[in-house]
């Protein structure tokens, strides 16, 4: 009698934490993100007019999720920091708002389709550098940035990433660049996690030309869904959920001067 009582409790137990969890957004195995992207930056005396479309494809989802276009400038106020201003239009972006009810009683909880939702963003960047006194003189530092603002939820981020850069020279010219980088987003007015992505980044450049580059990179990103407004209204507990995800990016960048 007692294992029989002993085993309905351990079911109902079971049964009952799945229940209580299916508010929950759940990760799926590792995917496998590529993101095609192409780069103008001009120079202009002390102005770098910026020119960026970016794609994303999710593996094994079909077709492109993410994508955007970016358009602004760099200046460069002193000899080592640029700071900038950019307009971003974006579309399939997803926020932890975007976990809503199904209205079925099974799964109940989905991600609601964002594919054709466009969102205009304001981006502020500064980006200070310095030349490191090694061997060499071919590693540079420099701390990316940027607070950027979104007009379709109010919502305000800060991403700063630290990052080394080292340069193969011949003849005076940079002919090829290796980057190491780790990028930390910051929530300033959103979500439950101060810390809501992180990724560190290794990326290299191969110099075709002096005004032709292309670039390939590879990166872990961790992004962390917290409780959606959804959730919170239907009265379920508040949750914290980690995303990873291999991302890889193959870019082209084109730099001419005036």
Do not use: C
Not at 10 to 22: E, Q, R, S
Not at 91 to 100: E, F, L, P, Q, T
Not at 151 to 159: A, M, T
């Amino acid at each position: 009698m007692k294992i029989r009582l002993g085993a309905v409790l351990l079911m109902l137990a079971v049964f009952g934490g799945t229940a209580a969890a299916d508010h929950v957004p759940v990760a799926p195995p590792l995917p496998l993100e590529y993101e095609p992207v192409g780069r103008v930056i001009a120079s202009v005396g002390a102005f770098n007019p910026y020119l960026e479309v970016l794609g994303r494809w999710n593996d094994p989802s079909p077709g492109f999720g993410y994508r955007s276009v970016t358009v602004g400038s760099y200046f460069r106020v002193i000899r080592n920091l640029k700071v900038g201003a950019f307009y971003r239009l974006q579309a399939d972006a997803r926020h932890n708002d975007d976990w809503v009810a199904s209205g079925l009683v099974s799964p109940g909880w989905i991600w609601q389709d964002t594919s054709n939702r466009y969102e205009n963003l304001l981006v502020l960047d500064a980006s200070p550098r310095f030349l490191l006194p090694i061997p060499g003189k071919s590693t540079v530092f420099m701390l990316k940035s940027r607070w950027t603002y979104n007009f379709f939820n109010g919502q305000q981020s800060l991403l700063l990433r630290p990052g080394l850069t080292y340069f193969f020279i011949r003849d005076r010219q940079p002919i090829a660049e290796i980057r190491l980088q780790y990028a930390a987003y910051l929530a300033l007015n959103f979500g439950e996690a101060l810390l809501y992505r992180q990724a560190p980044y290794l990326e290299g450049l191969y110099h075709l030309t002096p005004d032709l580059l292309v670039s390939f990179s590879a990166s872990y990103q961790n992004r962390v869904w917290t409780t959606s407004s959804g959730v919170v209204a239907a009265g379920d507990s508040h949750y914290s959920v980690n995303f990873p995800s291999l991302r890889f990016q193959a870019g082209i960048i084109y730099r001419p001067g005036f």
